[in-house]
């Protein structure tokens, strides 16, 4: 008797900006206690995940080749956590994950964990697994810190490392222009720049976020716009200074306001509404400060099915 063999599931998967990210000193575990608003936007990567006889990962777009498609893929890792979550080999998954990015690599977009939360929707889709949101979010919390989020989706405060997560209303759309860079920056070398900048001096921290969420509330992105803030920026722009050009090409375009995205080097600006961020990506692509640009909106859902049998 033939054996049905499932046809492939692709997930859309959103990236991720940090609205407001504040970062605590170094814990013992190395890691840094963070107070983090998340909204995921509408640049995507698409993962697509099939049976296959030649099992492994290939990863096509933005970035391509600098992305590992060996062991430590971050959606092959995902595969083999969730294979090993329900009893299968986990050295041995009959599938093939297929990548499109559109999502910057090592751009502090979270494109790796993006990929590692579509991995375990499709797959769960794929294997038909009776599993809740909860249980792909205990395996995500394990994959790391955003994985969680980005499989969620939407606008979220995050502390521990960024991966305990709580909704967080916000009204109406926001829109983004993203500036990404020549080339991508480590977030543990960032992290370590900040380490070395707070031990050197006392750089400003971000306050509380209660007035962020405020804003979020209100819809209002000029309110936004006026609480966009990164401690993380200061460590990325040590170590790439080219992007305090960027960002003040971006505002002087006539963008609200201008951050750089989690550990960088992409950077987010805030505009008024859709026609303003066409406006302004226009220009900024004209002014040479950057490699390309992207115009999206926020926030949008977590990974989520689009194709194969599970399809809405
Ligand atoms: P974050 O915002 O979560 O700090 P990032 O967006 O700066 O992350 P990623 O795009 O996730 O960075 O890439 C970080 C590193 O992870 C890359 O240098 C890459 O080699 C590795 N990596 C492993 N798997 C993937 C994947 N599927 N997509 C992108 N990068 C991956």
Redesign the pocket.
């Known amino acids: 008797m033939l054996a049905v063999v499932p046809p492939p599931v692709t997930v859309r998967v959103p990236a991720?900006v940090n609205l407001h990210l504040a970062v605590g000193d170094a814990r013992s575990d190395g890691f840094h206690e963070l107070s983090t608003v998340f909204q995921a936007l509408s640049l995507t990567d698409e993962v697509t995940v099939g049976v296959a006889d030649t099992p492994g990962?290939e990863?096509h777009g933005e970035?391509a080749s600098?992305?590992?498609t060996g062991p430590?893929?971050?959606?092959w890792r995902a595969v083999r956590a969730l294979a090993e979550h329900v009893g299968r080999d986990p050295d041995e998954p009959k599938v093939r994950v297929v990548?499109r990015?559109a999502?910057?690599?090592?751009?502090?977009?979270?494109?790796?964990?993006?990929?590692?939360a579509a991995a375990l929707v499709g797959l769960a889709a794929l294997w038909r697994l009776e599993l809740g949101r909860d249980d792909l979010a205990a395996i995500a919390m394990r994959l790391?810190?955003?994985v969680p989020f980005v499989l969620h989706g939407g606008t979220a405060l995050g502390t521990g490392r960024g991966e305990r997560l709580v909704p967080v209303l916000s009204r109406h759309s926001f829109h983004w222009v993203l500036a990404f860079d020549r080339r991508?920056?480590?977030?543990a070398q960032v992290y370590q720049e900040l380490d070395r900048l707070r031990a050197d001096g006392d750089p400003p921290r971000l306050g509380s976020v209660e007035p962020m969420l405020e804003a979020l509330a209100s819809g209002d992105p000029r309110q936004l716009a006026l609480l966009l803030g990164n401690d993380l920026q200061a460590a990325a722009v040590s170590l790439r200074p080219g992007l305090r050009r960027t960002l003040r090409a971006g505002v002087s375009a006539g963008a609200l306001a201008g951050a750089v995205?989690?550990?960088g080097p992409t950077c987010a600006f805030l505009c008024p509404d859709h026609d303003s961020a066409v406006e302004v990506a226009t220009e900024l692509s004209g002014a040479g400060v950057c490699r390309t640009v992207r115009v999206a909106h926020g926030p949008v859902p977590g990974a989520r099915v689009i194709g194969g049998d599970d399809s809405p």
């Open positions: 991720k990962v990863v970035g600098s992305v590992p430590s893929n971050l959606a990548i990015k999502i910057p690599v090592a751009g502090g977009m979270a494109g790796g964990s993006a990929n590692a790391g810190s955003d991508g920056l480590s977030t995205s989690g550990s």
